[in-house]
């Protein structure tokens, strides 16, 4: 199924992305909700997949993770089920993220859906990242406060809370309203009755994880071998005391690490091409030989990309969960990285290179891609 998303782009980037929440009124028309709150709660006992169950009885908050066995414990009210990257297992829902691809893949992260009974709800929190929330089947009532210092706290060891705030932003969201919250603004939700929400998110790496990250590069590719040296070491009073020329050239030691622009687009890719949650990934048994897969396609067969792979393109090269894929032929390692679907059209000539069939086939076989059927 495929969603059109009503919204002018232009004015809501210029108006109110990363700077103030908005609700977008039958964002969605006549919204269809991509998967019934039965198939949500069987994705949820699943060992694979990342969920919990989060309960609010008599001022106490409770948090559950699964996978869980049942839900006949479970009251009539106050309970939320919410279930991690949804796209990576149900297709239908991969669907739902489709429209907000004017917005680059690699800011996108995954999609989590929530099922909630009357009262249900995490409580009011802060998020470091933009998300639009769509509303499915049943109705929410949201508050969204105004962006301040605001403490934040524990009322359970795995959920964080802030307090009770005034809200700019009131309402009731209905089958295809979609709210949209910038990263640091304080909301809450809860369920006026059993309802679908869908929480397209968005990832934002901070410093401390890009450093990480490139740090554990520098070690896997063996780099930074180059040691300090003082041919001219200066004569001082303290011996206690460090120059400050030695800590500028330290200090430069770091930085040339860095400023490599090849290795670091090479980190870069491998950094954010890679899923934060688990693939549903199937390598396909026997594997395919690269004739049959040129065959099929030359028959007419289209290639589908597995739900939640990270496909991305810095400058002319491709990176697919965390690898960098080599080819030459770059209008078909665009079309990999630009459609959800290809077909022997969008590959063109590279098809007829055995390098470039070699490589597909490797895709195919780590089941990064699989045939429709």
């Not at 089920?81 to 995954?110: C, E, G, N, T």
């Not at 605001?150 to 089958?175: G, N, R, T, Y």
Request: a negative charge; one cysteine or more; aromatic letters at 10%.
């Amino acid at each position: 199924m495929e969603y059109h998303l009503d919204l002018d782009w232009n004015d809501f980037l210029q108006r109110y992305w990363q700077k103030r929440p908005v609700i977008i009124k039958h964002g969605f028309k006549n919204f269809i909700d991509p998967i019934s709150p039965d198939e949500l709660a069987g994705l949820a006992m699943e060992s694979e997949v990342d969920s919990r169950l989060v309960s609010h009885q008599e001022g106490r908050w409770q948090v559950a993770h699964g996978p869980f066995v049942s839900y006949d414990h479970l009251d009539e009210n106050n309970w939320s089920l919410l279930v991690q990257a949804v796209d990576h297992w149900h297709a239908p829902s991969s669907a739902l993220m489709r429209p907000f691809r004017k917005l680059p893949d690699w800011r996108i992260d995954d999609l989590m859906i929530s099922f909630s009974v009357p009262g249900g709800g995490v409580g009011p929190h802060l998020d470091q990242y933009d998300v639009f929330i769509i509303q499915g089947t049943g109705s929410r009532r949201w508050r969204v406060g105004e962006k301040v210092l605001m403490k934040q706290f524990c009322p359970h060891p795995d959920l964080l809370q802030v307090a009770p705030f005034d809200a700019i932003i009131d309402s009731e969201m209905e089958p295809g309203d979609i709210l949209y919250i910038p990263p640091g603004f304080p909301h809450e939700g809860y369920s006026l009755e059993n309802s679908l929400n869908y929480s397209v998110g968005l990832r934002a790496p901070n410093g401390r994880e890009l450093l990480n990250g490139y740090a554990d590069y520098v070690l896997a590719q063996e780099l930074g071998h180059q040691r300090y040296s003082d041919p001219d070491i200066a004569l001082r009073e303290h011996p206690a005391e460090v120059l400050p020329q030695e800590a500028a050239i330290l200090h430069q030691m770091v930085l040339e690490l860095v400023q490599q622009p090849e290795h670091f687009q090479s980190w870069l890719g491998e950094f954010i091409s890679q899923s934060r949650h688990e693939l549903d990934i199937a390598p396909p048994e026997p594997p395919y030989q690269a004739g049959e897969i040129y065959d099929l396609l030359q028959q007419g067969e289209c290639l589908q990309r597995l739900g939640g792979l990270r496909v991305l393109r810095i400058g002319e090269q491709c990176f697919v969960n965390g690898e960098l894929i080599s080819t030459e032929h770059l209008q078909a390692a665009d079309a990999l990285c630009q459609h959800f679907e290809v077909n022997a059209d969008m590959l063109g000539e590279a098809l007829n290179d055995p390098a470039f069939l070699s490589l597909l086939t490797a895709l195919i076989n780590s089941g990064y891609w699989y045939f429709n059927d």
